[in-house]
């Protein structure tokens, strides 16, 4: 069984749309993260939910929205989709003492 | 500011031989220091942390070092396999700021057989 898992893996769209990516992870986790890579491979965070709370909120374009329905789920919304936001977004979960656990990744490309 | 600085270099290592990947941090607030593999088309994995109250830690055929004098994290790989050939990250974790994960820049290994 994958241990956090994000759909779709790939996901190409136009300029304007709106689409969400979603993430699940069954290790019983309290916190999930999304980071974004870009095209030179650097990994910057994102958002943090400890459970279903926001904890972490970096400075993002307000058209990213990020919603945990639960602590096992944290879902992100992105309104009016511009070519920046063509990237690789990882989804993770941490455990206190067993760290972070990464998807594999949902790439986005926006053209 | 916070950084944990490594830009995208490329190491080129014969298979067999060892590696070392260096990185350097700047936030003495970071608790603990992970070293993540990612290969092609998959998310960083990991390899190896380490606690600020170590100078050392062991894995299988993995060595993580950490100078906080200077600020400098290394990860050391013996006997390199072409298996190896990956993007290697550091990241530093700070608790005090929400355990926000902090990546370096990567650096691509690469095998040579």
């Known amino acids: 069984d994958t241990a956090v898992s994000q759909t779709p893996k790939y996901l190409v769209t136009q300029m304007g749309n709106d689409k969400s990516i979603k993430c699940e992870q069954n290790?019983?986790?309290?916190?999930m993260y999304w980071y974004k890579q870009d095209s030179k491979k650097f990994l910057k965070i994102m958002f943090s939910y400890n459970n279903k709370e926001l904890i972490i909120n970096e400075t993002v374009p307000n058209r990213f929205s990020p919603k945990s329905p639960d602590k096992a789920h944290l879902n992100l919304h992105i309104n009016s989709l511009e070519l920046g936001d063509s990237a690789v977004y990882f989804c993770?979960?941490?455990?206190?003492?067993?760290?972070?656990?990464f998807g594999s990744g949902t790439r986005l490309t926006v053209v | 500011g916070e950084s944990v600085g490594l830009h995208l270099p490329t190491l080129s290592v014969q298979e067999g031989d060892n590696s070392i990947i260096n990185c350097a941090y700047s936030?003495?607030?970071?608790?603990?220091f992970i070293w993540y593999k990612q290969e092609s088309g998959k998310g960083p994995q990991f390899i190896i942390d380490?606690?600020?109250?170590?100078d050392k830690r062991q894995g299988q055929r993995v060595t993580v070092l950490l100078n906080k004098t200077v600020k400098h994290l290394s990860l050391q790989i013996a006997a390199t396999q072409p298996g190896d050939s990956a993007v290697y990250f550091c990241a530093e974790n700070i608790k005090a700021a929400g355990n926000k994960l902090t990546f370096g820049g990567g650096t691509r290994v690469l095998v040579k057989p």
């Open positions: 380490i606690r600020s109250n170590m």
């Open positions: 936030n003495s607030a970071s608790d603990y």
């Open positions: 993770a979960s941490r455990d206190l003492l067993l760290g972070y656990t």
């Open positions: 290790l019983g986790h309290d916190t």
